[in-house]
């Protein structure tokens, strides 16, 4: 049975745990439950390391590199799936199938399980952490250089005018300061309307409030028109549809910035050439 290996001193608020084998040996069996450790094995990690990812890995909706997952095993998360893989790392997350999780813990499995990042300091510790654990802490520096030159190039003071912005989807949903699209939205300088609504994660945000509140840059998801469903059909409302007409709209994949890794820099560059039109 594996030995565990508390990373206990490099835990934050979006590491709820991590087991890795005490050898010196990188895991060579990796398998990934959850879209965020699927996107950290395929960027960080040799391909024939990476054992499965989830099938979300895969669809361009949900995943900025698609493309990479082809031909890898994909799971759905099931405990028969994960044990027949016999896997000597399982990345994990907070909320995604807790009754695979639970299991592995009692059966000894070596085990990351990543929270939720709220933060740009929240992705890089996420993204150091998901390196070690995967023993390829170089590619992991390397990433992190990448994505801090990036972000540095797009920031904006914090004196100064700061347009009102605000991110709109499905039924009306918007993020606040403690999400990474938030701290996007905060690094180009602008201010959030959900914010100003005590939103401070993720919440619904009526839309007469958003029509009052009049933001300058209006940010919605790139790809709802290609998913029609009840949930996007306030995105069509005419009055939304008016208001488009007025403001500058950044049109953002979710994928971008759901995540972390270097795609939240093309999510950043999105809003910062919104922020450059406004400035005109």
């Known amino acids: ?124 510790d996420q993204i150091r952490i998901a390196a070690a654990a995967m023993g390829a802490q170089p590619a992991g520096e390397r990433m992190l250089a990448a994505l801090d030159a990036r972000i540095e190039a797009a920031r904006v003071a914090g004196t100064g005018n700061r347009p009102l912005a605000v991110v709109y989807g499905p039924n009306g949903f918007t993020f606040g300061p403690r999400s990474l699209s938030g701290a996007l939205v905060a690094v180009t300088g602008f201010d959030n309307l959900a914010a100003r609504a005590g939103i401070p994660r993720t919440g619904h945000l009526p839309l007469e409030h958003l029509l009052l509140a009049a933001p300058e840059l209006l940010i919605v998801e790139a790809e709802h028109a290609q998913a029609p469903a009840m949930a996007t059909q306030i995105l069509s409302h005419p009055a939304l549809a008016d208001l488009r007409a007025r403001v500058v709209v950044a049109e953002v994949p979710r994928s971008l910035w759901s995540c972390p890794g270097p795609w939240l820099a093309d999510a950043l560059q999105a809003l910062a050439a919104a922020r450059a039109a406004l400035a005109g």
């Open 1 to 124: 049975m594996w030995r565990k290996l508390l990373l206990a001193g490099l835990a934050g608020p979006w590491l709820l745990g991590a087991v890795g084998a005490t050898s010196a040996a990188p895991p060579e069996r990796i398998v990934s439950i959850n879209i965020c450790g699927d996107l950290l094995a395929l960027s960080l990690a040799e391909r024939w390391r990476i054992a499965s990812v989830t099938f979300l890995a895969s669809d361009p909706l949900a995943s900025p590199i698609a493309e990479q997952a082809a031909g890898i095993a994909a799971n759905r998360g099931k405990a028969e799936e994960v044990l027949a893989l016999e896997p000597d790392l399982v990345i994990a997350g907070r909320y995604t199938a807790r009754a695979t999780v639970n299991l592995l813990k009692r059966l000894g499995y070596p085990l990351l399980e990543l929270d939720i990042a709220e933060s740009l300091d929240d992705a890089r």
